[in-house]
């Protein structure tokens, strides 16, 4: 079965320092990879996508990831982040058409 | 319509009661997708739908819960005789297709579901 993997549970930064989550998948096929967000009260959004050509894939509000296939990571980054990107981030893989997840990691941004 | 909707936003129950919650998907998506978050990190799929067919229902508990797609209706999720465990919130996907450029799956806001 397929497994995600998100190595950090919480993480405090302020504002202006950079971010990257981590995000590890077992499956060894292809995969289509996604990174959605949950702000708080809010439904979860969908940040950026990766199914297939460049592994460096931008997506909304400044957030970047990068498909490493040798190391079946899909890693997201944000060089510079502000206070309204505190919310939950979810790293997630699409097999079988239905989306396993990970535990998601918890960003709180002091401003 | 242009997002997913789902009704109620928040369900109570007793032990033992119906539950039942609501998606609309967004206009002209084929596939709607249901997932349960338990203890506010874990997501578990439970079924999807093509149009108003079963598409997969591999992860539905097959005893007490049971959902619909049907034309010109909300597609429903329903779970009878709800047990405490059952608490979650119960999220609404869906897609254009499944093919790489319109598998991306839209959620709703979900339907927190509180068991006492």
């Known amino acids: 079965a397929q497994s995600v993997s998100q190595h950090n549970h919480h993480v405090i930064l302020s504002e202006a320092a950079s971010l990257e989550l981590g995000c590890n998948y077992s499956?060894?096929?292809?995969?289509?990879l996604f990174w959605y967000v949950q702000y708080p009260g809010q439904h979860l959004q969908l940040l950026l996508k990766?199914?297939?050509?460049?592994?460096l894939v931008k997506g909304i509000k400044g957030f970047e990831a990068e498909f490493i296939k040798s190391k079946f990571s899909f890693n997201l980054r944000k060089p510079s982040v502000q206070w309204s990107d505190t919310a939950e981030y979810f790293c997630?893989?699409?097999?079988?058409?239905?989306?396993?997840f990970g535990a998601g990691t918890t960003v709180t941004v002091r401003a | 319509g242009e997002e997913v909707a789902q009704t109620p936003k928040h369900l109570v129950r007793g032990e033992g009661q119906k539950a039942k919650l609501y998606c609309a998907p967004i206009?002209?998506?084929?596939?709607v997708f249901w997932y349960q978050q338990v203890l506010k990190n874990e997501f578990k799929f439970l079924i999807s739908f093509q149009n108003e067919n079963v598409f997969d229902e591999t992860g539905m508990p097959k005893e007490r819960f049971s959902a619909k797609c049907l034309p010109n209706s909300p597609c429903s999720l329903e779970i009878q005789a709800t047990k405490l465990e059952d608490s979650a919130v119960y999220f609404c996907?869906?897609?254009?297709?499944?093919?790489?450029?319109?598998?991306?799956?839209?959620f709703g806001p979900g339907t927190r579901l509180t068991v006492l």
């Open positions: 206009k002209g998506h084929s596939y």
């Open positions: 997630a893989v699409l097999n079988d058409y239905k989306l396993s």
């Open positions: 499956y060894g096929g292809t995969v289509n």
């Open positions: 996907a869906s897609s254009q297709g499944l093919a790489a450029h319109t598998d991306t799956q839209y």
């Open positions: 990766y199914f297939s050509g460049d592994p």
